[in-house]
């Protein structure tokens, strides 16, 4: 059983065929660093997107956009702290100096394990405004340039879970911001007139590193090998016994933002392997 992270090649990326899909038009991709913002930035900039990665962490950013590159996309990297209201609103005034605001995906996060009657209330600020807030303020200042657009079409893409679905012990934080982003995105859709519209993605656990980390404390603290970890913890009520890639997940994200999802409107796209829904 593979356990790291896989390396991205152009043959993994969905390519779709779109009259947006062009140089002329820009996506943000939040936690553009690693994991599956990394991918989207990437799959963005496969697809012929003008592409705009925005992370606290330069050197992992400045990696995806040399990644970019090599798969004969454009990204550019702006640095950026998503605590931080001036940063975002810079982060989005460079990138409407790219072209046009078209298409936007949230998707930086971070966890945190403890109970409620434990939980850090610094960490819990913390997440919110990273996972929540940072999404509600990148979407209200994307939404006019999208409006104002040729055609008045946007999309915004919210990075969801199965947390969006269902509650685990000890990640209280995380499921709330995840249950929000869902609201978020219905949010966008009730006000988008089906023009600019919003949906999110749900997936189970992913190789990257916010997901593999976990994996050797789970196992020392288990007294098990890091492959029952994945098996039987993270993927016990899954009936595929394997991680997604970052990649699948970014596809899904293409998908949303295409044509090809006009009706994905306030929608939720559920790909978890049977987590939820099969029993």
Known sequence: MDITEPKITRDQVLILSDENFNRSNVCIVSGAGTGIGRATALAAAANNLTTVGLDINEEE??????????????????PTDLTRDDDIKRAVEEAAGLGTVKYLANIAGLQHIDSVENFPMEKYDLMMRIMLRAPFLLSKLTIPHMQRSSDGVGVIGNMASVHGHITTRNKPVYNMTKFGLRALSQSISAEGEGKVRSFTVSTGFVKTPLALKQIPAQAEQRGISPEEVVRDVMMGTSRIKEMM??????????????????????????FDGGMVLTY
């Open 61 to 78: 950013g400045l990696t995806t956009r040399k990644l970019a590159e090599e798969l004969g996309g454009m990204m550019i990297f702006v």
């Open 245 to 270: 890639s970052p990649i699948e997940v970014a596809n899904l994200f293409i998908f949303g933002f295409s044509r090809h999802a006009n009706y994905l409107i306030g929608g939720d796209l559920l």
